[in-house]
Nanobody, 130 residues
Framework: QVQLVESGGGSVQAGGSLRLSCAAS????????MGWFRQAPGKEREGVAG????????YYADSVKGRFTISQDNAKNTLYLQMNSLKPEDTAMYYC???????????????????????WGQGTQATVSS
């Protein structure tokens, strides 16, 4: 079992920054990939960024490339999402996810696919005002 708890959301003005954290429980060697997703009101959940925990390779949605950075601290069992140059369209609930099985190993995490992940956090809200 993996439990994920997000924190770090809040309200900022456009151009500002937020750093989201995701504290994970369980054996980190069993989490093959981790990712961040977001869901805005009335929209589907979309993949924002992902990381393959074994080699640190990453994925970013085109909409956040160059602005967001995903990273992991294995010693702290924590996943981060540094969000810079925030825009109003980044406003959403942000979810942390972990994959412990074939979904990660198949590489679907590189497409930002939810299928890669089998554990989800409760989410943290990020609101960007213009």
């Amino acid at each position: 079992q993996v439990q994920l708890v997000e924190s770090g959301g809040g309200s900022v003005q456009a151009g500002g920054s937020l750093r989201l954290s995701c504290a994970a429980s369980g054996d980190p060697s069993r989490r093959y990939c981790m990712g961040w997703f977001r869901q805005a009101p009335g929209k589907e959940r979309e993949g924002v960024a992902g990381i393959y925990t074994g080699d640190g390779s990453t994925y970013y949605a085109d909409s956040v490339k160059g602005r967001f950075t995903i990273s992991q601290d294995n010693a702290k069992n924590t996943l981060y999402l540094q969000m810079n140059s925030l825009k109003p369209e980044d406003t959403a609930m942000y979810y942390c996810a972990a994959g412990t099985g074939y979904g990660c190993l198949s590489g679907s995490w590189r497409r930002g696919s939810q299928e890669a992940y089998n554990y989800w956090g409760q989410g943290t809200q990020a609101t960007v005002s213009s």
